[in-house]
């Protein structure tokens, strides 16, 4: 490795360990390289921040950070947790399995995992903690619940993925449906096991609605559930791309949430867009200074380095998708999801290339991995949106999302090692 690869690394992680943040580190360190090992102009670098946000592909992130931001003020994530209630309330643990089944439809819409957390552990967090569920179980179902919202398409890591390694963003959205759905049955499944084994949902803390208010919470929740079967059913079926899907999806929560639902006023969309705009400048610029040094590492080989030294190690596909998810699993503590893949993308594509590793299923492994990251210190987002939500330290939602994120583990291994289910519904 040459000396200003080793003042590359070396330079990203101080900056990363004094407390910068990530996409500050990344836009200095690649400023640090351009300026002292090459002769391109400096004026390079805010051509390449534009150029890598400049892409079609790249509009459907702030179109779903909106469309998420809407459905949250407009009463759309509500109507959908009264239809889970409505279908499953009456369940031993019946608030607790329709906190997951609302992370998973809200995750179908958003594509963002901080904002499924928000949109249903408002509402689900203190529902569940007055029904008698205990207060850490119900905040770490909801923090491990809505990581869903990187995995299940429309997914935003996946986009990222997609444009960072030029692969099809509708087969990524294809091959994160089902390892999405397996890990949220299984989630499913923990809850039932610890419900009946604590009595949650039960004597008061059970749900009891009227089959009259079940029809007429099912009947004012079709509109919302129409909204994830046009989004995922346009782009699959070919009708749009999923750019234009995430603008359909702004479109149609507009619609719905002004028009027929009326809980969003004319006046109150300034303040939307506003937030929305706030998200969306965050994540565009993590984005923007990724791919920045992403062009930096290409420039100095590093990419082709590692897969070279690799290759000769004469690694099993097996070893070295263990390797990706240890190292993933690592850095899902420090990095922010799009920063980490912009990272390590450019690093791993090449390698499983040359074992024959499916690119899209590298992929998927790659989100699985981050999605858990999301739950642990000292970078986890969901667990400082949960903490705002319940009250809670930081540490205590870490240690109570322990065994939900374990269900999390499990599924990812299954998912790494048995290709076919991310595969599934992939063509070739």
Not at 53 to 81: E, K, Q, W, Y
């Amino acid at each position: 490795m040459t000396a200003a690869a080793i003042t590359l690394f070396v330079t990203l992680f101080i900056l990363l360990f004094s407390r910068i943040p990530v996409a500050a580190a990344l836009g200095l360190t690649s400023f640090v390289y351009i300026f002292y090992f090459t002769t391109i102009p400096l004026t390079q670098i805010p051509e390449t921040l534009f150029n890598a946000l400049n892409s079609f592909p790249m509009a459907a992130i702030p179109l779903f950070v909106l469309a998420a931001t809407v459905m949250s003020h407009g009463g759309i994530s509500n109507r959908l947790i009264k239809a889970g209630l409505a279908a499953v309330g009456q369940f031993r643990g019946g608030l607790a399995i329709t906190t997951v089944i609302s992370c998973i439809f809200f995750a179908a819409i958003s594509g963002s995992s901080p904002a499924t957390v928000v949109a249903v552990g408002t509402l689900m967090i203190p529902a569940m903690i007055n029904s008698g569920y205990g207060k850490d179980f119900s905040t770490g179902l909801v923090a491990t619940s809505g990581s869903l919202g990187i995995l299940i398409p429309p997914s935003i890591p996946l986009i990222v993925y997609g444009i960072a390694t030029e692969q099809s963003i509708g087969d990524l959205f294809l091959a994160g449906l089902v390892p999405g759905l397996l890990a949220g049955v299984m989630l499913l499944l923990m809850v039932l096991v610890v419900s009946r084994r604590r009595g949650y949902g039960t004597g008061e803390g059970a749900i009891t609605m009227t089959r009259e208010e079940k029809i007429q919470a099912m009947r004012d929740s079709i509109l919302s559930l129409l909204l994830p079967a046009i989004v995922l059913g346009g782009i699959y079926g070919g009708f749009f791309t999923p750019t234009e899907a995430a603008a359909m999806a702004v479109f149609y929560s507009l619609i719905v949430s002004v028009f027929v639902y009326r809980e969003l006023s004319v006046k109150s969309l300034g303040e939307v867009l506003l937030k929305s705009s706030r998200m969306s400048a965050m994540i565009m610029f993590i984005i923007a200074n990724g791919i920045l040094f992403s062009f930096v590492l290409t420039a100095e080989r590093i990419p082709g380095q590692v897969t070279e030294a690799m290759m000769a190690m004469d690694l099993e596909p097996w070893t070295f998708l263990l390797l990706v998810t240890a190292i993933l699993l690592i850095a899902g503590c420090f990095m922010e999801t799009s920063s980490a893949i912009l990272i390590f993308a450019p690093i791993f594509f090449p390698i499983a290339i040359e074992l024959g590793i499916n690119p899209v299923h590298l992929g998927i492994i790659m989100v699985m991995n981050l999605e858990i990251g999301m739950l642990t210190p000292p970078l986890g987002f969901n667990l400082f949106v949960a903490s705002g939500l319940s009250g809670m330290s930081v540490l205590r939602v870490a240690k109570a999302v322990i065994p939900s994120a374990a269900v999390l583990l499990v599924a990812l291994l299954l998912v790494t090692f048995i290709p076919e289910i991310s595969l599934l519904l992939v063509d070739g």
